[in-house]
């Protein structure tokens, strides 16, 4: 069965960073159009996310000694919650932040934790991760991108897709094929970092319908790794991948997607006066889905802390979350629209547009709700 | 709240309130005898102060029986009890013994009458705590000319005296300005209510789709039907955090705003969840003899009871339209953070 998730507060010392990351948000994204800041962590800023490193707040919970700062997961839940909550441009380092330093320091031996950690920490080295294969999506295991052992290293060869920020990273952690075939299903996979800037690798950059290029395709034809590319033990790929997913599901990027446009309109009922009292139930039914869910996160968070893996629990909060990041503007889309002779302005249109086009990517990115809810299902025993 | 506690009550409730004895008062039967087992158990008095005699607990040391309560879909208003005696204690007024409803919309005057329409619970209640104009009154349903049965086998009842009763008791309001009402308290109640029987009906749903077995195989291999039993899942488990946040409090009453949150969440997820309920179970579901309908009856009763999601969710979103210190999300924040104990 899936836990129970507990009421949790944050504690009080974490919750003491939130000042100065107000702060500072206030002078750099607050003032930056709406339909910029709609973007948040598709947003790519490689300035921005420096300017967050000096501040130390790049690799919060990585340790002190690999140049993290050495908190918690209470602590990154409300960075995290801040630079969403504003829109911040936080993209170029996300990745890296939420996921692949922690896998590196989970799995990786003294010399990759000493290379990497410390350069992800001053936003010198932004992640991206390789899963998806042009026949490869839901169904991951099948993936076909083969790393072959070498007298020196690996040979890498094959393709990936739809990897955000492929053409702006420096480095790859890439779900590849190390030993059997796709017929092996999980077996014989293993995960590989790769320099992004090696001889043998094409980054082709995807437009995206909103006119932007977050995504990529990438073909290694022959790529020669190091024997060190290999983080973790090879062939047990799969469950360093799945171990992940608490991380990558359960935080507030899979409930505040939408947030950015909720807070506009918010503005324009207010600026309304009496007339704004009319959306009080359609607002307030948003309110109290993003709070139950936000209190769900933080649960989660609470696993996180005491070093579970929450990965059903986080499962079911990403299914929910994105459930309210796509219900925002199709509701506000509908309301509008009723009232066609109150002016909306041209900043709020292009948030509600922006988030319209892109909102159905919401529960296609980290995991399809189907294959979530597939997940939810043997969570509660009926698989 | 410690689980020992509640484990004692969950028993006790397994006792005095099997299928058996709901289905006997939603029927129509006494639930007197049920009463007195819940009297004599003392946890009525879990909120009331030590200095007064009464376990002193928070509402969040509360929330294990009130949700308790739901899982049983307890006939008889055991929170409202709870909560009443801890308002009538704070404002000096001794509590009778008995069943109390709240009438969180209050008692309206009509041409010399009193009328409370629609208590949740007015059936299997001896007395009703009901807000007045300026303060609140706990009135005796016995004298009154109780109308029940518009809804079959349903709890509530529209409640009219023709005049004052001899017996009613004026209650000051003892809460200070801004805070928690009587309706406030009823959608507390009402929210837990519907987390617990939320939690009781997936787990009834999953024993039927692990057991009922169609095209050579059980209906829960179908991914169809897993589809909807994970949304079911997951409203049920919104609806357990709306619930516990509504609950959150420092002490025994519930802040306002978490109190709309929870009615309004909960209440929203209820008929999703008693629709999934059925749509699995099939024409099984449906049919007087088995139990799904206890539960899914309930949900629908108590989602109306006490202000449905979208009175609720208009009482949050007008708090968040006025209070222009802050936008969405820093008032979320401020207002349905976990309460420091």
Not at chain 1, 110 to 115: A, L, T
Not at chain 1, 354 to 373: C, H, V
Not at chain 2, 167 to 192: N, Q
Not at chain 2, 294 to 318: F, K, M, P, Q
Request: proline share 5%.
């Amino acid at each position: 069965m899936i836990d129970m998730l507990e009421l949790t507060r944050l504690p009080d010392e974490d919750e003491a960073l939130r000042d100065a990351i107000r702060e500072f948000l206030r002078e750099t994204v607050d003032t930056l159009p709406p339909d910029v800041r709609a973007r948040s962590w598709m947003g790519f800023d490689a300035g921005f996310s420096r300017e967050l490193a000096r501040r130390g707040w790049l690799g919060l919970t990585l340790p002190v000694e690999f140049g993290g700062a050495g908190k918690g997961p209470f602590a990154r839940f409300v960075l995290s919650e801040e630079l969403l909550g504003a829109g911040a441009p936080v993209s170029a380092h996300w990745i890296a932040d939420r996921q692949s330093g922690p896998l590196i320091l989970k799995y990786g031996t003294q010399d990759q934790k000493r290379f990497y950690l410390p350069r992800i920490c001053r936003a010198e080295a932004f992640f991206c991760i390789g899963m998806s294969e042009p026949d490869s999506g839901s169904d991951l295991a099948s993936i076909r991108t083969r790393a072959v052992r070498t007298g020196t290293g690996w040979t890498l060869n094959g393709s990936k897709i739809w990897t955000t920020n492929a053409h702006r990273s420096h480095y790859m952690i890439a779900l590849v094929r190390t030993s059997g075939e796709s017929a092996d299903r999980h077996k014989g996979l293993s995960q590989v970092i790769v320099d992004l800037s090696l001889p043998g690798l094409t980054v082709r950059p995807i437009r995206d319908i909103a006119g932007d290029a977050h995504f990529s395709e990438v073909f290694f034809d022959n790529v020669v790794l190091p024997p060190d590319a290999l983080i973790g033990i090879e062939g047990d790929g799969w469950n360093q991948v799945n171990a992940e997913l608490a991380f990558e599901r359960s935080g507030p990027e899979r409930v505040y997607s939408s947030i950015v446009l909720l807070e506009g309109w918010l503005a324009h009922c207010r600026a309304q006066g009496q007339a704004g009292q009319q959306y009080a139930a359609p607002l307030g039914r948003i309110v109290t889905w993003l709070a139950v869910l936000r209190a769900m996160s933080i649960s989660v968070t609470a696993k996180l802390a005491r070093g579970e893996s929450p990965a059903i629990e986080a499962t079911l909060v990403k299914d929910l979350g994105t459930e309210v990041e796509q219900m925002i503007p199709r509701v506000l889309g509908d309301i509008l629209g009723a009232s066609p002779d109150v002016p909306v302005s041209a900043s709020l249109r292009r948030t509600l547009a922006y988030l319209e086009q892109m909102a159905p990517s919401f529960s296609l990115r980290g995991g399809t709700r189907e294959i979530l809810r597939g997940i939810i299902a043997r969570g509660l025993g009926l698989r | 709240m410690d689980d020992m506690f509640t484990d004692a009550f969950e028993r006790l409730l397994g006792q005095i309130a099997a299928p058996a004895a709901v289905r006997a008062v939603d029927g129509g039967a006494s639930a007197e005898a049920m009463w007195d087992g819940i009297e004599e158990s003392g946890f009525l008095d879990a909120l009331v102060p030590e200095a007064a005699v009464g376990a002193g607990l928070t509402l969040a040391q509360a929330f294990p029986l009130l949700f308790a309560a739901g899982r049983h879909v307890l006939p008889v208003p055991f929170g409202q009890t709870m909560l009443a005696r801890a308002w009538l204690d704070a404002a000096g007024v001794a509590s009778p013994p008995g069943p109390i409803a709240i009438a969180g919309f209050g008692v309206k005057r009509q041409d010399g009458a009193w009328l409370a329409r629609d208590v949740s619970f007015g059936r299997t209640s001896r007395w009703v705590l009901a807000s007045t104009d300026t303060d609140c009154v706990l009135l005796p349903v016995a004298s009154a000319q109780a109308q029940h049965g518009d809804v079959p086998g349903g709890l509530g009842a529209t409640l009219c005296w023709p005049a004052r009763p001899g017996e009613a008791m004026d209650v000051a309001m003892p809460s200070a300005e801004g805070a928690a009402g009587l309706a406030e308290l009823d959608a507390v109640c009402h929210a837990v209510l519907i987390a617990g029987a939320a939690d009781r009906v997936l787990a009834m749903t999953l024993d039927y789709a692990g057991q009922r077995t169609q095209f050579g195989k059980h209906i829960g291999r179908f991914q169809a039907v897993q589809n909807q039993i994970s949304i079911m899942a997951e409203h049920t488990w919104a609806a357990r955090m709306a619930a516990q946040l509504a609950c959150s409090s420092a002490g025994w009453l519930p802040r306002p705003l978490g109190a709309a949150l929870g009615k309004s969440r909960c209440a929203e997820a209820a008929p999703v969840i008693a629709d999934i309920g059925h749509a699995v179970h099939g024409a099984m579901g449906i049919t007087n003899e088995f139990d799904l309908q206890l539960y899914t009856r309930r949900l629908r009763e108590w989602r109306l009871a006490a202000g449905s999601e979208s009175y609720w969710a208009g009482v949050v979103g007008e708090a968040l339209l006025r209070d222009t210190r802050h936008g969405a999300l820093s008032f979320i924040r401020s207002q349905f953070s976990m309460e420091q104990a």
